[in-house]
């Protein structure tokens, strides 16, 4: 067994989305959380720490320039920054490190959409820039389909001088929506001096596992495993759930371990998950 793997924490989107429904507030982009209902996000990061995350992402996914502006009538500065203040407040007295989290662009880069790469930097440099005036640990670039948009923001990210990890989310074919392999990730991402790469959300554990056994083959790179919690299911009244428990979840994950530096929840995971994979990394030190 592998020594010195790093918990990171789970899902934020879905659990947000629960928490809030607790509440009931509306089922908005989280980002606007940060603003609105900021106690729903530190009580987020608080209970990712308390179930174990040696890592937590802040709350700033998909809060880039387009985004907000279009869904409301705040800056990046003030979503952004206000996402990593939270998390790092709830940090705060703990070895906890606070990751600012990006993620890619709705709209396709050139030549299979509009934007141009120097409008994509334009806006992934507004992004990283305010959460990084929040001095973060590290940045994750994560759920990203397109190799090219995600080098525009890893050259930004990695110009702040923190570690930057950067995963991708991948088809049950073994390569991204756009066609990228795991040899082509590899090797232009090591190229950019990256700090770590992998794969989150899209597959459970199970389908994720050939991949990064794949990228182990591939790179000596710290990798990063953080799969979803299997195809959420609905429940009797409508809800959505995890496709199953968390001790399954950790369970399938446990081959990988092996394998990865780092290692998480995506979508459907919850603390619950997060604590049961800290257990689990317990018993296997």
């Known amino acids: 067994m592998r020594t010195g793997v790093t918990l990171l924490d789970g899902a934020t989107g879905t659990y947000l989305w629960k928490l809030a429904e607790e509440k009931g507030y509306a089922k908005d982009p989280v980002w606007k959380y940060n603003v609105e209902h900021p106690e729903l996000v530190s009580r987020l990061a608080k209970d990712y720490i308390a179930a174990g995350a040696e890592i937590i992402l802040a709350n700033t996914f998909g809060a880039n320039g387009p985004a907000v502006s279009r869904s409301s009538g705040y800056s990046v500065a003030q979503v952004v ?6 998390a790092k407040e709830a940090a705060a007295g703990t070895d906890v490190k606070v990751a600012l989290d990006i993620g890619p662009l709705t709209v396709m880069m050139e030549p299979y959409g509009d934007l141009t790469e120097e409008e994509a930097e334009e806006i992934f440099r507004e992004q990283i820039g305010a959460g990084m005036s929040e001095d973060p640990d590290l940045v994750i670039l994560e759920t990203f389909m397109d190799l090219e948009m995600l080098k525009v923001a890893a050259r930004v990210a ?3 001088g923190v570690p930057v990890l950067c995963t991708m989310t991948f088809e049950a074919r073994g390569r991204t929506m756009m066609g990228n392999s795991v040899e082509d990730i590899v090797e232009e991402l090591t190229e950019l001096g990256v700090d770590g790469l992998g794969l989150n959300c899209s597959l459970g554990p199970v389908d994720a596992l050939p991949l990064i056994r794949a990228f182990a083959e591939a790179t000596d790179l ?3 495993f953080k799969p979803n919690a299997g195809l959420p299911t609905l429940d009797e009244n409508g809800h959505e759930t995890a496709a199953y428990s968390a001790q399954t979840f950790v369970s399938e994950v446990e081959p990988a371990l092996e394998l990865v530096r780092f ?3 995506c979508c459907g995971s919850d603390p619950e998950y997060i604590r049961a994979l800290r257990a689990r990394l317990a018993e296997n030190a």
Do not use: A, F, I, W
Request: aromatic content about 6%.
């Open 158 to 160: 990695k110009s702040y």
């Open 81 to 86: 920054g206000e996402g990593v203040r939270l």
């Open 222 to 224: 710290p990798l990063v």
């Open 263 to 265: 290692v998480g929840g």
